[in-house]
């Protein structure tokens, strides 16, 4: 499976975007994570294909929103309400099989990733 994000630029702070990332073969999980110059990739939001479960990062909950086309097999990130905080490289992942929802925070459970898109936030 391929993912393709894309979406990504500049926003003033209290700005929206909108992230996409379309997968070239169905996935059982699919999730945004981001990675700030000099950290960790950190998990943002994960959901389920099938039920629509989600699972969000704290600081980000009441701000993003995540949802899905099956017809495209595309998920999309909506961010809004933006801090320079959120400014990373954000990138989309897929897992091909279930696995309890408190794990999908953890990148090495993912066996798809898609490129980067960079995401700046400016005070």
């Known amino acids: 499976v391929q993912l393709q994000a894309c979406g990504g630029g500049s926003a003033q702070a209290g700005g929206s975007l909108r992230l996409s990332c379309a997968a070239s073969?169905?996935?059982?999980?699919m999730a945004w994570f981001r990675q700030a110059p000099g950290k960790a990739r950190e998990f943002v939001v994960a959901l389920t294909w099938s039920g629509g479960a989600t699972y969000f990062l704290e600081s980000v909950k009441g701000r993003f929103t995540i949802s899905r086309d099956n017809a495209k097999n595309t998920v999309y990130l909506q961010m809004n309400a933006l801090k320079p905080e959120d400014t990373a490289v954000y990138y989309c992942?897929?897992?091909?099989?279930?696995?309890?929802?408190?794990?999908?925070?953890?990148?090495?459970?993912?066996?798809?990733w898609g490129q980067g898109t960079q995401v700046t936030v400016s005070s």
């Open positions: 073969g169905r996935t059982y999980h």
């Open positions: 992942a897929g897992r091909a099989n279930r696995i309890v929802m408190s794990a999908l925070r953890d990148p090495d459970m993912y066996d798809y």
